[in-house]
């Protein structure tokens, strides 16, 4: 029989918000100079440095180490070994809303971040024993979902039962499982029975009656975790809609914009160690601090070019929709030197890009022709296929999408970029 028995989170965290702050400190700290490159997960007997980075959190090695994997399979964090740690989007989106203060928002992307990790975890007999790749194995919360009694509940006892009744090597999961069941909003347990609250009820319809695609592989779903409206992503139109209520109930555009803060500083970080690209005023002493700054001056510039592109990435051939999920990128850079226009907050410094191709723009892998066409570099044979190379390299010689108000960027920056960063 088909069971919910899967070993979910063997390393015994659960996904209570306490335990996701106390990953957030992680992540701050992680992000020192001393941490980068790192190994958090390495060995613990005599190394000084894990246990100072552990201190941070105030815990011990063991349970930090714990702490962070449990992340990781929640969705918060992406996967890796090293410092810095870094936020998935739907970890940065929450990180941003819990960062200016927006608790009721924050709470609703930690919820439907649990939901997802739910869903898409499946489970086998394998040595591997779990997958975020549906078509891996059995999908619990599927099979719970199906045999839910026609109000939509289920008996603790029958409960641990499924969870725990064939197996001898995890004992006691149902507590782990049930919590994050309730976490996710999904259910609450009233007088020995956990019942369905109704929550998403689009989304789980969708999960009941769902098979998987045979032609998704991990990468794609490594990817859908990432980003779950992205074009591959079975569950992407019901997704949207959460989004898209959570974002009217909210504002949290409007919040985005007040309170200067759109993106997760340890990406920001992250990235700049890897372009190099010396930037004296934003890596000052305290990170954070200077990072704001960065953030204040750039905000409502970073809002303005999203809307005039609607929240579409300009690359022609990149599907990636949403206001969540675009970015404003800076065609000159905004640390390069001023010249006699200024650059840093110019209407047409600016494409409106999904974070991976932003990041692909901001490394040199394609640029734009005084004609506003793709051009793609080919460092782009360094790095292995996959859907985003594809969507750039297929948009070559191709102009980039049109803003609402049809204005292109001005050529004296595209210039700059073609000149300064671009890898041709
Ligand atoms: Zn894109």
């Known amino acids: 029989m088909a069971s919910i ?31 980068i490159g790192f190994s958090w997960s390495g060995g613990r007997s005599g190394n000084q440095k894990m246990y100072k980075f552990a201190a941070a ?138 019942f369905y609250t109704g929550k998403y009820s689009d989304f789980i319809q969708e999960i009941k009656s769902f098979e998987p695609s045979p032609f998704l592989t991990g990468v794609d779903w490594q990817s859908i975790r990432e980003n779950p409206l992205i074009e591959i992503s079975p569950f992407k139109d019901s997704i949207r809609s959460i989004f898209e209520a959570i974002t009217q109930e909210q504002n949290i555009e409007e919040q985005i914009t007040d309170e200067i803060f759109t993106a997760p500083l340890v990406d920001a970080v992250a990235e700049q160690e890897e372009i190099q690209i010396p930037e004296i005023d934003i890596l000052s002493s305290d990170l954070r601090f200077s990072q704001s700054t960065r953030r204040i001056r750039n905000a409502a510039w970073s809002i303005r070019i999203k809307k005039k592109y609607n929240y579409i990435c300009a690359v022609p051939n990149c599907d990636v929709i949403g206001q969540i999920f675009v970015e404003a990128a800076h065609i000159k850079p905004d640390n390069a030197q001023d010249s006699n226009i200024p650059h840093r907050a110019h209407i047409l410094n600016g494409l409106c890009l999904c974070r991976h ?68």
């Open 357 to 424: 191709c932003h990041i692909a723009f901001d490394k040199g892998y394609f640029s734009l022709t005084d004609t506003h066409k793709i051009i793609t570099s080919a460092r782009f044979n360094d790095i292995p296929n996959q859907n985003l190379k594809t969507a750039i390299i297929s948009s070559a010689n191709i102009q980039i999408k049109n803003r609402m108000d049809r204005r292109l960027p001005l050529v004296e920056f595209i210039q700059y970029h073609r000149s300064n960063r671009f890898k041709g």
């Open 5 to 35: 028995n899967g070993d979910w989170f063997h390393s015994r965290s659960s996904s209570n918000l306490e335990e996701l702050l106390t990953v957030r400190t992680l992540v701050l700290e992680s992000q020192k100079p001393e941490y």
């Open 57 to 194: 959190a105030d815990i011990q090695p063991s349970t930090m180490q714990t702490k962070i994997r449990a992340m990781i399979r929640y969705g918060f964090i992406k996967d890796g070994t090293q410092c810095p740690l870094i936020w998935t989007r739907m970890g940065s989106l929450w990180n941003d809303l819990y960062t200016v203060g927006n608790y009721g928002a924050a709470q609703k992307v930690y919820e439907l971040t649990l939901t997802i990790s739910l869903a898409i975890y499946a489970f086998n007999n394998t040595q591997v024993q779990y997958s975020i790749n549906p078509a891996n194995g059995e999908m619990p919360l599927r099979f719970l979902l199906n045999i839910l009694d026609t109000q939509n509940s289920i008996s603790i006892r029958e409960f641990e039962a499924l969870v725990d009744g064939n197996t001898q090597r995890v004992g006691d999961n149902a507590s782990y499982w049930k919590r994050d069941l309730i976490n996710s909003g999904l259910f609450q347990e009233v007088q020995g029975r956990l």
